[in-house]
């Protein structure tokens, strides 16, 4: 006879929808979860930025508190946020949308891209991931439904994506082709010469594009190219983005989703359903940030600028061959010369030298091979990593 625990865990399985118990638990998390509590790991594993939200950017927000701001703003956000983010993306890249039907504001950029997934994608369709790519794309997919079918972008291609690679997975059945660029985990960034063969295969074969432009700001040797922004191509696309990167807003919780006015109205109606609203306090934060906060966006990329050049450097002195981050904030560097797989070389480097990276097989098939490194980190942690994993791989591999 079952003891009672174990008939509570039999039915709990039982309970659990199959596409739940079909997903595995975040590679990422897993990872952050074992540096808990630990003071002597260097964790390398998240991708958040080391600074604090600027302090007027905080100061804003008590002061809303302090007026009582604190009750639901529109579904879609708060208008005078969401012309902010339109005359934001036209000023920068060039993106140009109707603030009032063209713009929604989410809870962060995860629920946009959520929001588009479960809008536009039934049962059998081919969703389209380049891999490697942000671990969050597959799960997300697969819970929507959504055929999962990968793309790689090789390593020696700067892991960009090509139109021959694209055209080789394109079936009848494919609907969705998901982007992210600059990427994580790779850093690879696209030119608009890059964009304009896979913009004319995506038109050729009717898909629409989700394109997650969380790190557009962090760019450091040119501008961010939107595929949105190339003829044609905003009637097709959903750029998602947010402030949790360039701004230091992790924790705010504040994204947002632009696109063709019927495409947003689609998600917009999930949206009302779900979460409502963005938080209050976190549009007020990211609308501070927008009208007063670009320098520090600015100053924060120039670190971030320092810290690649230092931390990329320093991976190839110490024998880890590194492919030249053109955006974001990671570094991907190959492990395949030690005869390890990314998931036991990331665990010894974390038991044996304290350094806490991703392994990259957790970002698809075109992962494994390497592991993820944030060089969003202080100078003198991304020091101290670098001499504990110069010394693992010279006693250790």
Not at 200 to 226: P, Q
Request: hydrophobic content about 40%; charged content about 20%.
């Amino acid at each position: 006879m079952l003891k009672e625990s174990s008939l509570q865990r039999t039915q709990g399985q039982e309970w659990i929808a199959p596409r739940v118990r079909e997903i595995a638990p975040s590679g990422i998390r897993a990872f952050f979860d074992l540096t808990a509590g630990n003071n002597d790991i260097i964790s390398l594993g998240v991708g958040e930025p080391d600074f604090a939200t600027p302090e007027h950017v905080r100061a804003a927000c008590i002061r809303a508190l302090e007026r009582g701001e604190t009750m639901y703003t529109p579904n879609a956000g708060l208008p005078e946020l969401r012309e902010e983010i339109a005359r934001y993306l036209q000023n920068g890249f060039g993106l140009q949308y109707d603030a009032a039907d063209e713009v929604i504001v989410t809870v962060g950029s995860s629920e946009a891209l959520d929001l588009a997934l479960r809008a536009f994608t039934a049962p059998g369709d081919e969703v389209i991931i380049p891999s490697p790519s942000y671990i969050a794309y597959s799960p997300i997919a697969h819970l929507n439904g959504g055929t999962l079918v990968e793309v790689e972008t090789p390593a020696e291609q700067g892991f960009k994506l090509t139109a021959e690679a694209l055209e080789k997975v394109i079936t009848p059945r494919s609907k969705l082709l998901m982007l992210n660029f600059p990427s994580n985990p790779t850093g690879a960034v696209m030119t608009y010469e890059d964009w304009l063969p896979i913009a004319d295969l995506v038109k050729k074969h009717n898909l629409l594009v989700l394109s997650d432009e969380i790190y557009a700001e962090l760019t450091y040797d040119s501008r961010h190219a939107s595929i949105a922004a190339l003829p044609g191509m905003k009637e097709r696309t959903i750029v998602i983005s947010g402030f949790s990167k360039a701004f230091a807003m992790t924790g705010w919780r504040v994204g947002y989703a632009c696109g063709n006015r019927e495409l947003l109205a689609a998600m917009l109606k999930i949206h009302q359903y779900t979460a409502m609203c963005a938080p209050v306090l976190g549009q007020i934060a990211a609308l501070e940030s927008l009208r007063s906060g670009l320098r520090d966006k600015d100053q924060m990329k120039a670190c971030f600028r320092e810290r690649r050049t230092l931390f990329v450097e320093g991976l190839r002195t110490i024998g880890l061959h590194c492919h030249e981050p053109q955006g974001a904030f990671y570094a991907f560097p190959s492990i395949a010369h030690t005869g390890l797989q990314s998931e036991e070389f990331a665990v010894r480097l974390l038991r044996e030298a304290g350094v806490a990276a991703v392994p990259g097989h957790v970002f698809g098939s075109g992962g494994e091979g390497h592991i993820r490194c944030s060089y969003a980190a202080s100078t003198a942690k991304l020091n101290e990593a670098l001499e504990r994993m110069e010394g693992f791989m010279k006693v250790r591999i």
